[in-house]
């Protein structure tokens, strides 16, 4: 039998595992661990201890979730880091919850500046704009700093190369991780900012030196760069990560404590400050470092893979002490750490604050990653390469040593993992945090504000807005993944013909098969700021065009293919460039209507046809279309024309006479039925092939309706007989043109009449 722990924690839909009343001694409650014990002991339990850990967590019980997945590893279960991705978001929600941390789905207003990076917030050097459209530097994607776009957490495109080490899969898109530059937006960058794309140039010369491992040389160049510019923070990160390859982790430390004394709310730089003590052996202190980043980016991605393999080594069997058993979070036992070469910081009382780790417990408590410290280069390279020995580490203690939820806390918990909240935090030069509202300014603010400010007029270039295809204004701009830019409807109507960029030549099947065209929104966001005149007059040319394309009457676009009747439906499937651009703009324009008509070899096509309805569109990956349409109103051609490939033509609609006298009404009704008979009768005699395949395509035929004259075109079951009998077209448009329903009815009967002698031969 199982323990009654593991049976309870399990996912059978039980009244505790959906949230309901707890024992005190339930399992989740505090003090579970003898039970996890006795069920880890069983064969085969380990994947419920799992499962518990993960519903623990998810309720706010997070020591309890700790005791679940140590005791699952002790049963030997195969536990990679990913699998603590729930338990990582649950400690960073409450975390954020603790010490009163804000994360914002965007920067705040302003606070970005022109030309900014969404992702680092730095200069937009070499931008590249993402499926969902917003952009960002290279530098970010490159090192996959980010898993989801900042603004509308769309899924970011992986990276070529594995970043931060680490191996990962091959790329979805080739075009999309080659990370092309976008050409309209890095023209901008070079034009409006020489400068700042210079020292960007700059920096990225010295991030492929440290992708490389050439530290030396990536320090020598850092620091010339830092004397020509000693205010640029990315230089200082990129000095930190110099001397952090060289071991030299107090010179790093001192250099990204000085960009968080500027900017204390930048995710990276606590990322980047976590991986120097990850790497000089703090755990604990990088642990806190990673949830700090977290709490401040909720998808700042190589943080949270940190989070996973540490907390993955800290519960693993040989670091975690048998039975996890006492009731308190300040009571856990010490986690130790593998060996790595560097005492551990809760062993040695004066190390932390000399390395700028911590500054009195009373600021600690507000704010868990301090911000200056001041150790000598020797007293720091004393510390470093002192003996290995074995040291114990507190780092889940500290980590997790959190009060257990309120009920409020947890429903908020249970009902999204990671809250995205209306607010940001930044911190004091106290190192304190404080919460900002967004709409107000911060130093941070300033500095981008100063760096990527206005641009004079004299720079401001319609032509540098224009688009390559219809040489006007961009309206609606995407940018494809080879990085040119176009207007959409312009992008479209090339890829009609061909899936390849109009510009480059590069295959776009890929970006064609997804048919997002995400605007690009820095691009729109320049053109409302600059060129707001230039615009008002390119939106009123498009309102002129659409309103063009929305008559119902005038220069309708004509579908030249078959017959069409009322009510009936009609399936099509468009491959021409022509019908692809007269389907889109139907559905564009918002009437989703066009005509239908036969050819015609004097006039092109015919002089009636009728009005299709479209229901819906499905999008092959090659650009062709299957459209769902039926039929509506019968029409009669007046004008033809032409407009982009496909036919036009202005027309009037068709409605049934209506007769009012009485004796005619009841002659029309007994031919009605008597027509309605035939037709049923013949329609049962068919043979079973003929008739599956006629309700397959057209389906059931319609009741007989009892006010033969309620609608123009009179009715349904005369059309749907009509499509489904073998009649020549010229026959059938003869009907069709008709606007007598007694008429009507003899034409159906004489074909009825014929085809039935036929079915007795």
């Given at each position: 039998?199982?323990?009654?722990?593991?049976?309870?924690?399990?996912?059978?839909?039980?009244?505790?595992?959906?949230?309901?009343?707890?024992?005190?001694?339930?399992?989740?409650?505090?003090?579970?661990?003898?039970?996890?014990?006795?069920?880890?002991?069983?064969?085969?339990?380990?994947?419920?201890?799992?499962?518990?850990?993960?519903?623990?967590?998810?309720?706010?019980?997070?020591?309890?979730?700790?005791?679940?997945?140590?005791?699952?590893?002790?049963?030997?279960?195969?536990?990679?880091?990913?699998?603590?991705?729930?338990?990582?978001?649950?400690?960073?929600?409450?975390?954020?919850?603790?010490?009163?941390?804000?994360?914002?789905?965007?920067?705040?207003?302003?606070?970005?500046?022109?030309?900014?990076?969404?992702?680092?917030?730095?200069?937009?050097?070499?931008?590249?704009?993402?499926?969902?459209?917003?952009?960002?530097?290279?530098?970010?994607?490159?090192?996959?700093?980010?898993?989801?776009?900042?603004?509308?957490?769309?899924?970011?495109?992986?990276?070529?190369?594995?970043?931060?080490?680490?191996?990962?899969?091959?790329?979805?898109?080739?075009?999309?991780?080659?990370?092309?530059?976008?050409?309209?937006?890095?023209?901008?960058?070079?034009?409006?900012?020489?400068?700042?794309?210079?020292?960007?140039?700059?920096?990225?010369?010295?991030?492929?030196?440290?992708?490389?491992?050439?530290?030396?040389?990536?320090?020598?160049?850092?620091?010339?760069?830092?004397?020509?510019?000693?205010?640029?923070?990315?230089?200082?990160?990129?000095?930190?990560?110099?001397?952090?390859?060289?071991?030299?982790?107090?010179?790093?430390?001192?250099?990204?404590?000085?960009?968080?004394?500027?900017?204390?709310?930048?995710?990276?730089?606590?990322?980047?400050?976590?991986?120097?003590?990850?790497?000089?052996?703090?755990l604990g202190d990088a642990l806190q470092l990673f949830l700090q980043c977290l709490a401040l980016d909720e998808d700042f991605a190589p943080a949270k893979l940190q989070v996973e393999k540490i907390l993955c080594d800290l519960l693993s069997p040989e670091n975690v002490k048998e039975g996890l058993k006492e009731s308190s979070w300040s009571s856990l036992p010490c986690i130790k750490n593998k060996p790595l070469g560097f005492p551990s910081v809760m062993e040695q009382p004066?190390?932390?604050?000399?390395?700028?780790?911590?500054?009195?417990?009373?600021?600690?408590?507000?704010?868990?990653?301090?911000?200056?410290?001041?150790?000598?280069?020797?007293?720091?390279?004393?510390?470093?390469?002192?003996?290995?020995?074995?040291?114990?580490?507190?780092?889940?203690?500290?980590?997790?040593?959190?009060?257990?939820?309120?009920?409020?806390?947890?429903?908020?918990?249970?009902?999204?993992?990671?809250?995205?909240?209306?607010?940001?935090?930044?911190?004091?030069?106290?190192?304190?945090?404080?919460?900002?509202?967004?709409?107000?300014?911060?130093?941070?603010?300033?500095?981008?504000?100063?760096?990527?400010?206005?641009?004079?007029?004299?720079?401001?270039?319609?032509?540098?807005?224009?688009?390559?295809?219809?040489?006007?204004?961009?309206?609606?701009?995407?940018?494809?993944?080879?990085?040119?830019?176009?207007?959409?409807?312009?992008?479209?109507?090339?890829?009609?013909?061909?899936?390849?960029?109009?510009?480059?030549?590069?295959?776009?099947?890929?970006?064609?098969?997804?048919?997002?065209?995400?605007?690009?929104?820095?691009?729109?966001?320049?053109?409302?700021?600059?060129?707001?005149?230039?615009?008002?007059?390119?939106?009123?040319?498009?309102?002129?065009?659409?309103?063009?394309?929305?008559?119902?009457?005038?220069?309708?676009?004509?579908?030249?293919?078959?017959?069409?009747?009322?009510?009936?439906?009609?399936?099509?499937?468009?491959?021409?460039?022509?019908?692809r651009l007269m389907i889109r703009r139907s559905i564009q324009t918002g009437t989703k209507q066009f005509g239908m008509c036969v050819s015609d070899t004097q006039n092109s096509f015919a002089d009636y046809g009728c009005m299709l309805q479209i229901r819906n569109v499905h999008f092959l990956p090659d650009g062709r279309s299957v459209v769902d349409t039926v039929g509506g109103k019968r029409f009669r051609v007046l004008k033809r024309g032409m407009k982009d490939g496909y036919c036009t033509a202005d027309i009037?609609?068709?409605?049934?006479?209506?007769?009012?006298?009485?004796?005619?009404?009841?002659?029309?009704?007994?031919?009605?039925?008597?027509?309605?008979?035939?037709?049923?009768?013949?329609?049962?005699?068919?043979?079973?092939?003929?008739?599956?395949?006629?309700?397959?395509?057209?389906?059931?035929?319609?009741?007989?309706?009892?006010?033969?004259?309620?609608?123009?075109?009179?009715?349904?079951?005369?059309?749907?007989?009509?499509?489904?009998?073998?009649?020549?077209?010229?026959?059938?448009?003869?009907?069709?043109?008709?606007?007598?329903?007694?008429?009507?009815?003899?034409?159906?009967?004489?074909?009825?009449?014929?085809?039935?002698?036929?079915?007795?031969?």
């Amino acid at each position: 039998m199982s323990s009654p722990a593991v049976a309870r924690a399990s996912p059978g839909g039980n009244r505790e595992a959906a949230g309901g009343p707890r024992s005190r001694n339930g399992p989740w409650e505090v003090g579970g661990g003898e039970r996890l014990e006795r069920a880890s002991a069983e064969p085969g339990r380990w994947e419920l201890l799992l499962r518990r850990g993960e519903l623990l967590a998810l309720g706010g019980h997070l020591k309890g979730a700790l005791e679940a997945f140590a005791a699952a590893l002790r049963r030997g279960a195969p536990v990679r880091p990913e699998r603590l991705r729930t338990l990582v978001d649950c400690l960073v929600f409450s975390y954020r919850l603790r010490h009163g941390l804000r994360w914002s789905a965007a920067p705040a207003a302003g606070a970005a500046g022109l030309l900014s990076c969404l992702g680092c917030r730095g200069f937009l050097s070499e931008p590249v704009t993402v499926p969902c459209g917003h952009s960002y530097c290279r530098r970010c994607l490159r090192r996959e700093l980010r898993a989801r776009c900042r603004l509308c957490r769309d899924r970011l495109p992986p990276a070529a190369a594995a970043s931060e080490g680490t191996p990962r899969p091959p790329p979805l898109a080739a075009a999309i991780a080659d990370f092309r530059t976008s050409v309209v937006l890095n023209h901008l960058a070079e034009k409006w900012f020489p400068g700042q794309r210079e020292r960007a140039r700059a920096a990225g010369r010295l991030g492929e030196l440290l992708h490389e491992g050439r530290y030396r040389e990536a320090l020598a160049a850092a620091c010339d760069a830092l004397r020509a510019e000693p205010s640029d923070l990315t230089l200082k990160i990129y000095r930190a990560e110099s001397y952090a390859g060289l071991q030299e982790f107090k010179a790093a430390l001192e250099d990204l404590n000085a960009v968080l004394f500027q900017l204390p709310n930048w995710p990276e730089v606590y990322f980047r400050k976590g991986k120097v003590l990850q790497d000089a052996g703090y755990l604990g202190d990088a642990l806190q470092l990673f949830l700090q980043c977290l709490a401040l980016d909720e998808d700042f991605a190589p943080a949270k893979l940190q989070v996973e393999k540490i907390l993955c080594d800290l519960l693993s069997p040989e670091n975690v002490k048998e039975g996890l058993k006492e009731s308190s979070w300040s009571s856990l036992p010490c986690i130790k750490n593998k060996p790595l070469g560097f005492p551990s910081v809760m062993e040695q009382p004066h190390a932390p604050a000399e390395l700028g780790l911590k500054q009195t417990e009373e600021q600690a408590e507000d704010a868990p990653e301090p911000v200056k410290g001041s150790l000598n280069r020797a007293q720091s390279a004393q510390a470093i390469n002192a003996a290995a020995v074995p040291a114990r580490e507190d780092g889940l203690k500290r980590v997790c040593s959190e009060p257990l939820l309120s009920a409020q806390g947890k429903g908020v918990l249970l009902k999204r993992k990671l809250s995205l909240l209306e607010q940001d935090v930044i911190m004091n030069e106290d190192g304190r945090n404080k919460l900002k509202k967004q709409g107000e300014s911060s130093s941070e603010d300033c500095m981008f504000s100063i760096a990527y400010g206005d641009i004079p007029e004299e720079l401001i270039d319609v032509s540098d807005f224009e688009c390559s295809l219809c040489m006007r204004l961009f309206f609606e701009p995407v940018t494809t993944p080879c990085g040119h830019s176009f207007c959409k409807n312009c992008l479209e109507r090339c890829l009609d013909h061909a899936p390849y960029c109009p510009l480059c030549k590069e295959s776009l099947k890929e970006y064609l098969a997804d048919r997002r065209y995400c605007v690009t929104q820095l691009l729109e966001e320049l053109i409302v700021k600059y060129l707001p005149d230039e615009l008002s007059e390119r939106k009123k040319i498009y309102d002129e065009e659409t309103a063009e394309l929305s008559h119902l009457t005038k220069n309708v676009p004509i579908f030249v293919c078959t017959m069409a009747y009322p009510t009936v439906p009609c399936p099509l499937h468009v491959f021409e460039p022509r019908y692809r651009l007269m389907i889109r703009r139907s559905i564009q324009t918002g009437t989703k209507q066009f005509g239908m008509c036969v050819s015609d070899t004097q006039n092109s096509f015919a002089d009636y046809g009728c009005m299709l309805q479209i229901r819906n569109v499905h999008f092959l990956p090659d650009g062709r279309s299957v459209v769902d349409t039926v039929g509506g109103k019968r029409f009669r051609v007046l004008k033809r024309g032409m407009k982009d490939g496909y036919c036009t033509a202005d027309i009037e609609y068709l409605e049934d006479v209506k007769i009012e006298n009485g004796e005619e009404i009841r002659s029309l009704t007994e031919l009605h039925n008597s027509v309605y008979s035939q037709a049923c009768s013949w329609f049962q005699n068919l043979r079973d092939r003929f008739r599956s395949q006629i309700l397959q395509h057209f389906g059931s035929m319609p009741e007989r309706e009892e006010n033969l004259q309620a609608t123009p075109n009179g009715p349904a079951w005369c059309w749907w007989l009509l499509a489904v009998l073998p009649v020549d077209p010229r026959y059938q448009l003869s009907v069709l043109s008709m606007k007598s329903l007694e008429e009507r009815l003899t034409k159906i009967q004489h074909i009825l009449t014929y085809f039935s002698r036929d079915q007795s031969k």
